[in-house]
C-alpha cells in the first residue's frame, strides 16, 4: 500500500485524521506528491480517500502540479 507515514487503517473516519492538525495532513499529503491546500477537514478528507489504495489506484486530480523541471526529475525516478 502507501509509504505514508501514517497507518491510515486505524483511522476510522476523516474526523479522526483532523485529530492531527492541519500541518502534519499538509506533510504527509505533500510526502506522497499530493495537494496539500485547503481546509483541515478537506485535508483529512483527501487523505482519509486514499485508505487501502495502492498509488496506481490514486485519482490524478490529487496530485499537486509539478513545474516542467520536477516532471523530468520524477519521471527519471519512476523509469529506475
Do not use: H, M
Amino acid at each position: 500500500l502507501l509509504p505514508t507515514g501514517l497507518d491510515l487503517s486505524s483511522y476510522e473516519t476523516p474526523k479522526d485524521l483532523e485529530a492531527l492538525g492541519a500541518e502534519k495532513l499538509k506533510i504527509e499529503l505533500q510526502n506522497l506528491g499530493l495537494i496539500c491546500g485547503g481546509k483541515p477537514e478537506e485535508r483529512a478528507a483527501r487523505l482519509f480517500s486514499l485508505k487501502g489504495k495502492t498509488f496506481a489506484e490514486i485519482d490524478t486530480k490529487l496530485f499537486a502540479k509539478v513545474a516542467k523541471k520536477q516532471k523530468k526529475w520524477r519521471k527519471c525516478i519512476y523509469l529506475s
